[in-house]
């Protein structure tokens, strides 16, 4: 009953981020760059919404979810991803 009712008020971090398409709110969009990438994985782990996907041997951005806070350019010592206005880059859906 007591979960229930947390439910209806209140919405844990992951559950409630990932009911909301959080990449409508981006202006600035990453671009990741593969042949620069390094594989450290440390986007994946510093994007605050988890919308960097981890695949067999690469990282792929989640545009769906990515908000464009700049984090994971920010985090990546390779210069790797790159931040660019909404809508200039062909990698990400809009
Ligand atoms: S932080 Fe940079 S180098 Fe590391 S996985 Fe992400 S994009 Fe690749
Ligand atoms: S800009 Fe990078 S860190 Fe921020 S939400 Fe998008 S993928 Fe995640």
Same mark, same amino acid.
């Given at each position: 009953?007591?979960?229930? +009712?947390? +439910? &209806? %008020?209140?919405t844990?971090v992951?559950? !409630? #981020?990932y009911? #909301?398409?959080? !990449?409508d709110?981006?202006?600035?969009e990453?671009v990741l760059?593969?042949e *620069? =990438?390094k +594989?450290c !994985?440390?986007c994946?782990?510093y =994007?605050p919404?988890?919308?960097?996907?981890k695949k067999d041997d690469? %990282? &792929?951005?989640?545009y769906? %979810? =990515? +908000?464009g806070c !700049?984090?994971? /350019?920010? &985090?990546? *010592?390779?210069? /790797?991803? *790159?931040?660019v &206005?909404k809508?200039?880059?062909? %990698?990400a859906k809009?």
């Amino acid at each position: 009953m007591m979960e229930s +009712k947390e +439910k &209806e %008020y209140i919405t844990s971090v992951g559950e !409630g #981020i990932y009911s #909301i398409n959080t !990449g409508d709110w981006r202006i600035n969009e990453p671009v990741l760059d593969q042949e *620069k =990438c390094k +594989k450290c !994985g440390l986007c994946f782990l510093y =994007c605050p919404v988890f919308c960097i996907e981890k695949k067999d041997d690469y %990282y &792929e951005i989640n545009y769906d %979810y =990515c +908000k464009g806070c !700049g984090i994971c /350019a920010r &985090e990546c *010592k390779s210069g /790797a991803i *790159k931040m660019v &206005e909404k809508g200039s880059s062909s %990698y990400a859906k809009n």
